[in-house]
């Protein structure tokens, strides 16, 4: 059974810094790992997908990287601003539906 | 097209009253999913749709849930005798296929909450 697991659970930055929330996962028989944000009491975002035949994924000052072989990917932010923050959620699909992990709590103080 | 869209956003019940969520999909996805989500918790998976077909449910759909997707479009979402265990937040994503590029797309949710 896929466990994810994210740390930190929350993270608090001051706007500007640079900063890596982590996902780590059990089973590396994944189609794909997808980080989502989610504001609260919203729904996911998509930010990025990285297929598992892939290393890393970049959108803007968001780099994700995925090491199938350590079970581990993470989430690299650049330059944080308030309006990042969110939950980052990281999830993966394998043969079973998406498995999420409980979330980063992030807060970017300005 | 506007995205995954869910109705209803909210949703007051008292336990033992049947409630029933809609969830319509981006049109041209033939996969869709419920999840349901608790405070400080990631979704968890409740149950999937191929086009009408519904193919996997989740342990956590216990006989009290019910849901369908009639005609392969819209699908309904619905609990029997609400419990107060049953106040979450229950989420529709929708896909094009289930391979290495899908990428889900959900819609804002509908927040339930059970007194």
């Known amino acids: 059974k896929q466990e994810v697991t994210q740390i930190p659970a929350a993270l608090s930055v001051p706007e500007g810094e640079n900063l890596v929330l982590n996902c780590s996962f059990t089973?590396?028989?994944?189609?794909?790992l997808q980080w989502f944000r989610q504001d609260p009491g919203k729904g996911l975002t998509s930010l990025l997908l990285?297929?598992?035949?892939?290393r890393e994924q970049t959108s803007g000052r968001l780099n994700a990287s995925l090491d199938k072989s350590s079970g581990r990917s993470t989430l690299y932010i650049a330059a944080s601003q308030p309006g990042d923050s969110a939950t980052y959620l990281c999830?993966?699909?394998?043969?079973?539906?998406?498995?999420f992990g409980k979330g980063t709590r992030l807060s970017v103080i300005a | 097209d506007t995205g995954v869209s869910q109705d209803p956003r909210h949703k007051i019940t008292k336990r033992g009253q049947n409630v029933t969520f809609r969830c319509d999909p981006i049109?041209?996805?033939?996969?869709l999913y419920w999840y349901r989500q608790t405070l400080g918790q990631g979704p968890e998976f409740l149950t999937y749709?191929?086009?009408?077909?519904?193919?996997?449910k989740s342990r956590l759909l216990s006989d009290r849930f019910s849901a369908e997707r009639p005609k392969g479009s819209f699908s309904t979402l619905e609990i029997q005798r609400t419990e107060q265990g049953d106040s979450a937040m229950y989420l529709c994503?929708?896909?094009?296929?289930?391979?290495?590029?899908?990428?889900?797309?959900f819609g804002p949710g509908t927040r339930l909450l059970v007194l």
């Open positions: 994503a929708s896909s094009h296929s289930w391979t290495s590029r899908e990428t889900q797309y």
């Open positions: 089973d590396s028989a994944i189609y794909n």
């Open positions: 990285i297929q598992s035949s892939q």
């Open positions: 999830a993966l699909l394998g043969n079973t539906p998406l498995v």
């Open positions: 049109s041209e996805h033939n996969r």
């Open positions: 749709f191929q086009n009408e077909a519904q193919l996997e």
